[in-house]
């Protein structure tokens, strides 16, 4: 069974560009959740995503946005990129995002986005 | 708001002995779940242990065994017989337990673990 899966794993971006990072979650999985990790702030939630209707936000600026497809993959998008934004974004899938006994959020490796 | 708090950077201990990494968090919900996840240094996050808030018996999962204190929000990880492959950063993890949190893990700021051969 494949799992989470995100492209790019890298990435260098300029001042003021956009740019969008994708995440395929494991199949069957609905739920998809991004994450920004820096070394200063830590892990810090993005926004989650449920049968392509944004659930849940975090205290992040309107720059980031996301999105989710009829296949339950996401993408994220960061416009007018800072330099700030450079970090380690992740993304987790889970069957429902609900808690239960026998479900639990799985990660991808990340992409690693740096602004120059 | 809630919040999570690791106190420890940083931690080593020596292959085979058993290390304590502490957790504290505040919330003022009844209704939660605690999670310790694992980052190696190939960086992808695997959960490690979780704790339902309602469940009284300490979650255990092989090596790795909490010690989950309500009343003093505490949440502190223990892993016995360290090996090589535990290296890695640990954070302790919450998550509301009301519609509307899904998806929404409160992190740590990590402890980063070196066992030594």
């Known amino acids: 069974k494949a799992g989470v899966t995100q492209t790019p794993r890298y990435l260098i971006k300029t001042r003021g560009q956009q740019v969008t990072l994708s995440c395929s979650p494991i199949s069957g999985h609905r739920s998809v959740s991004w994450y920004q990790q820096t070394p200063g702030q830590g892990l810090q939630f993005l926004f989650e995503?449920?049968?392509?209707?944004?659930?849940n936000k975090g205290n992040f600026p309107g720059r980031f946005s996301g999105r989710q497809f009829s296949n339950s993959r996401s993408e994220m998008n960061v416009s007018t990129l800072e330099l700030g934004d450079s970090a380690l974004y992740l993304c987790a899938s889970s069957l429902s995002g609900t808690l239960i006994m026998n479900t639990e959020a799985f990660f991808g490796q990340g992409t690693r986005l740096t602004v120059v | 708001a809630q919040t999570v708090t690791q106190s420890q950077p940083e931690m080593s201990v020596q292959e085979a002995e058993t290390v304590t990494l502490s957790c504290t968090y505040d919330t003022s919900e009844s209704n939660y779940y605690l999670f310790w996840y694992k980052q190696p240094p190939s960086r992808q996050m695997i959960l490690v242990i979780r704790q339902e808030a309602y469940k009284q018996q300490n979650a255990t999962e092989n090596r790795f065994s909490v010690n989950f204190q309500k009343a003093a929000k505490s949440f502190s990880l223990k892993i016995s017989d360290s090996q090589l492959g535990d290296t890695a950063m640990y954070f302790c993890?919450?998550?509301?337990?009301?519609?509307?949190?899904?998806?929404?893990?409160?992190f740590g700021k990590g402890t980063k673990l070196s066992v030594k051969p």
């Open positions: 995503y449920f049968s392509e209707t944004q659930r």
């Open positions: 993890a919450f998550m509301n337990g009301y519609g509307g949190s899904q998806g929404n893990l409160i």
